[in-house]
Nanobody, 115 residues
Framework: QVQLVESGGGLVQPGGSLRLSCAAS????????MGWYRQTPGKQREPVAR???????TYADSVKGRFTISRDNAKNTVYLQMNSLKPEDTAVYYC?????????WGQGTQVTVSS
């Protein structure tokens, strides 16, 4: 079992920045890829960014150049640095991790971009 706990969400003005963190615990030695998804009411959860254990990254087109995903394997933590935030980035952001061919999810953290 893997437990994921996100933090760092909140209210920010357009153009501002936030840094999300996701700390993993439990069977952490089995974790391979980690990533971030987001979801707004009435819509499907969509992938935002992903990082492999070795540090290779992929991003959704909508966040390329603005968001940066990173991970600290020693701390079992993945981060999402979000810059130049737009109102359309408003969503609940979820951390995920793959372990033993199973996807685990955090509880989500709200990000609201509004003036």
């Amino acid at each position: 079992q893997v437990q994921l706990v996100e933090s760092g969400g909140g209210l920010v003005q357009p153009g501002g920045s936030l840094r999300l963190s996701c700390a993993a615990s439990g069977s952490i030695f089995s974790i391979s890829d980690m990533g971030w998804y987001r979801q707004t009411p009435g819509k499907q959860r969509e992938p935002v960014a992903r990082i492999t254990y070795g540090g290779s990254t992929t991003y959704a087109d909508s966040v390329k150049g603005r968001f940066t995903i990173s991970r600290d394997n020693a701390k079992n933590t993945v981060y999402l640095q979000m810059n130049s935030l737009k109102p359309e980035d408003t969503a609940v952001y979820y951390c995920d991790a793959w372990a033993y061919n199973r996807q685990y999810w955090g509880q989500g953290t709200q990000v609201t971009v509004s003036s």
